[in-house]
């Protein structure tokens, strides 16, 4: 049989979404494997790849002949998949069956075929926060059904839990776990949900992130995520050839599968979601040890969080950020925070991300939480939207290709930024020369790079320029860079080594002779009169008349984030480090006027 202008679709309104490729012949008794991958691929010597995926919680398939009718379709939706089993024809005409062997590009193999896939278990009490001793009752929608269940973050099986024999009395912090197992049919996925009960009123300001799976093989020793063999504490190295830490590499290879949830203060369901979690932070992921508890930086890891389709959901759905315009989310950063950030008062790249946000400028949407793991507290910690891709695609409904720049290459072509930066790394390019000025500014949104130089500014944002940025465009023609900030928790003073009296217009030029784009690009701005007439029209703006860098505004949002932070930080720390309220604000105001004036942005 000839596939030529045979088709494969996932849209019932769309049937010829995707075609075989042409030439493919499928011989008597053969078999052709097709994957449904959304790479649309279709190589010399190997599997086509479609243009769309599949769901794993079903969705419509419709197989097309070359006169565009339906030769076999799954209408409305093939049934719910699982990771362990295929689905199956299991006879001559329609009839399916989940798999336990799979045998792709081979027949089916029938043996100990199920039936049906079991529902989840569910239980009569919802994840969430509770002062007393609670009971939950389970239950598995299929008669004949047993519901095995866990408190220690494993997956429940044949093997591995207790049988549920009646209602469970839980006294403290639990993350419980049950499955559902019958003769003959698919085990159910995990139901997961933890139970905060008991907590002190100290981790009850702030909502909580939970991460439940199984210690030793997907989060600590031996196998885990935060598995740590041997070296020694301080920018860990290995000592022997058998040492390892798994959270210092990256990739795919070092994701392990958790269940996900965030359990509001209000009582509302918030969400649980299979994901895949990975350690993060290029600069403290090498640092990181397992110690006794998270409250110092050493042992206080940066993670993050991916959904996908082998773990549930492509994406989340939630809106933990309501005002974000970013309604979907594939990953989700669990950030810690560096330095005295990262651990009091933990708040400060929130702020700067806020305040940039309130100058009109695009910054990621974050909020606090407690995280919790297997139901054990282990920090406070700042949930983030991350600038990828496919974030500025739904953030401008943009179908296009992006460029992003995080220190270097990231995502897409590098060629417009490189020449931006050759451009003001040459000193014959005069900035007071208007044609040399709109050169760079047709590249460059330069009231984006105003805005994020007066927040950067006020801030005194340290560990900066020379890292912790993120610079942007869309793939198309007349598309300007736009920078986004990132890591921006070494402000506001840190460390006693940058204080409220530091020039950081001084710091900024420091680094033009190593090279950093955002000083080569000021170092030449600087000179430019209509630069700094935007920047003073900028001051004007955000400086006055309740702007962004007011000091009304900035203590409003500071007094809105110590509300959440100051308890769960004492808590942890025995104290709370409040010098943005005591010294920032009553001085850096007038301190950075005169930079201002120095700079040429306010009469002097």
């Given at each position: 049989v000839s596939l030529d202008n045979w088709t494969l679709s996932d849209d019932v309104a769309q049937p010829d979404k995707w075609r075989f490729p042409s030439g493919t012949v499928l011989g008597s008794n053969a078999y052709y494997l097709v994957m449904a991958t959304g790479l649309n691929l279709a190589p010399t010597n190997a599997s086509p790849h479609t243009n769309f995926k599949l769901s794993s919680k079903g969705e419509y398939l419709g197989l097309y002949d070359n006169l565009g009718q339906v030769r076999c379709a799954f209408a409305p939706a093939y049934p719910t998949q699982s990771v362990a089993y295929s689905l199956g024809r299991t006879g001559v005409g329609d009839e399916y069956a989940y798999l336990p062997?799979?045998?792709p590009g081979r027949e089916n193999d029938t043996n100990d075929a199920c039936a049906g896939l079991l529902p989840v278990p569910q239980a009569d009490v919802p994840h969430g926060f509770y002062d007393a001793p609670i009971s939950v009752v389970l239950s598995v929608d299929e008669p004949g059904a047993q519901i095995i269940w866990t408190t220690n973050g494993t997956v429940p099986t044949l093997s591995n839990g207790v049988v549920y024999a009646g209602p469970l009395a839980l006294t403290q912090p639990t993350p419980l776990r049950a499955r559902g197992f019958k003769p003959g049919y698919v085990p159910s996925e995990p139901f997961t949900a933890t139970y905060l009960v008991g907590l002190t009123n100290a981790l009850k300001t702030l909502p909580a992130i939970c991460l439940v799976g199984d210690e030793e093989r997907e989060l600590f020793e031996p196998h885990g995520l935060m598995a740590i063999s041997g070296g020694y504490s301080n920018w860990w190295p290995?000592?022997?050839?058998?040492?390892?830490?798994?959270?210092t590499p990256t990739g795919r290879a070092y994701e392990r599968s958790v269940s996900a949830e965030f359990v509001p203060l209000d009582g509302s369901a918030g969400f649980t979601l299979g994901a895949g979690l990975r350690t993060a932070g290029q600069g403290g992921r090498g640092s990181r040890r397992r110690g006794p508890n998270w409250a110092q930086q050493t042992y206080k890891y940066d993670l993050r969080l991916y959904f996908r389709s082998v773990y549930g959901q492509p994406e989340l759905t939630y809106r933990l950020f309501p005002s974000s315009r970013v309604k979907e989310l594939k990953q989700l950063a669990i950030k810690s925070g560096f330095w005295d950030d990262c651990i009091n008062p933990a708040l400060k790249d929130e702020l700067f991300r806020r305040l940039m946000l309130d100058t009109g400028q695009l910054a990621s949407h974050g909020r606090h939480a407690n995280l919790f793991i297997n139901g054990v507290f282990k920090s406070y910690y700042n949930l983030i939207e991350r600038p990828k891709q496919d974030y500025f695609q739904r953030y401008f409904n943009s179908t296009n290709d992006w460029e992003v720049l995080k220190l270097g290459v990231t995502e897409g072509d590098a060629t417009t930024w490189n020449s931006m930066v050759s451009f003001a790394k040459f000193a014959y390019n005069d900035p007071t020369n208007y044609t040399a000025y709109c050169w760079l500014a047709d590249r460059l949104d330069v009231v984006n790079y105003a805005d994020y130089l007066l927040v950067s500014v006020y801030s005194n944002n340290s560990d900066w320029p020379a890292n912790n940025w993120i610079a942007a465009r869309?793939?198309?023609?007349?598309?300007?860079?736009?920078?986004?900030?990132?890591?921006?928790?070494?402000?506001f003073g840190y460390n006693g080594a940058m204080t409220v009296t530091n020039n950081t217009f001084v710091r900024i030029l420091s680094f033009v002779a190593g090279g950093a784009p955002y000083a080569l690009y000021y170092n030449f701005l600087r000179g430019s009169p209509e630069f700094r007439l935007i920047c003073a029209d900028r001051v004007q703006k955000h400086f006055f008349n309740g702007g962004a860098l007011t000091d009304e505004n900035v203590s409003n949002?500071?007094?809105a984030l110590k509300a959440g932070m100051f308890e769960p930080v004492r808590y942890q720390q025995r104290t709370y480090n409040n010098d943005v309220e005591t010294n920032w604000l009553p001085k850096r105001r007038g301190i950075i006027f005169q930079h201002f004036k120095d700079e040429g942005y306010w009469p002097a």
């Open positions: 062997y799979v045998t290995a000592t022997e050839v058998d040492h390892y830490n798994n959270g869309e793939h198309v023609a007349g598309a300007k860079f736009f920078y986004v900030p990132w890591d921006s928790g070494c402000s949002h500071y007094a």
